[in-house]
């Protein structure tokens, strides 16, 4: 199931593999003019020549970074990670 999580003009769409791991799809800056752009799993950038501006992909295939490494290459985003990391502790272990 593909998740959401939301933080001011950022959003990040994220999936839970095996209850274990955070999966990152994609991150989303609103207020950005940067052109999209694919973050391959080595680190590599390439560009998405018609995507939406203040978009990122992140992985190839079936391959996607999990948290630690988009927190990694995107620090200044912690408020955001931290939203996730929450968002998915509440996903795994709901408070009753």
């Not at 992985?59 to 955001?80: I, T």
Request: hydrophobic share 40%.
């Amino acid at each position: 199931m593909l998740r959401r999580t939301t933080c001011g003009d950022h959003t990040v769409l994220w999936r839970i593999i095996r209850e274990s791991r955070i999966a990152i799809e994609s991150l989303i800056d609103d207020a950005a003019t940067t052109p999209a752009c694919r973050m391959r799993m080595d680190g590599s950038i390439v560009d998405i020549p018609n995507g939406d501006p203040g978009v990122v992909l992140f992985g190839q295939g079936d391959h996607r970074p999990d948290l630690a490494q988009v927190r990694e290459w995107f620090p200044r985003h912690f408020h955001l990670w931290n939203a996730v990391k929450s968002d998915y502790w509440n996903a795994v272990a709901p408070r009753r």
